[in-house]
């Protein structure tokens, strides 16, 4: 089982990024998917989670309104639109997914039991 997160990338503020995380060795298609990041010296936090069925999703206040996070069920794969990005949003992203079938995605890393490798933004001018 792997997940593999990509579409990482240095960027300028006010700039986008679209990650992508692809899961294969099992379909995740009924359990909840989540992105996570860590930043230089910090500990990783919740970003975004989005539920099985893709109809409802969660984010972390700093970037509610700027990111969306997407699934494609079929295709076993997560995505994180990033919009707006600032320098704070500079870290390591991980792309996580739950190995308990819940109705609602966690927002815990204890939640998950599936992680990516991560992938990398960077926010400078």
Known sequence: VQLQ?????????GGSLRLSCAASG???ENYGMGWFRQAPGKERIFVAAISWYGSSTFYTDAVRGRFTVSRSRAENKMYLQMNNLEPEDAAVYYCAAM????VLPGR???DYGYWGQGTLVTVSS
């Open 26 to 28: 099992r379909s995740f």
């Open 99 to 102: 190995s308990r079938v819940r």
């Open 5 to 13: 997160a990509s579409g990482g990338g240095l960027v300028q503020p």
């Open 108 to 110: 815990k890393e204890s």
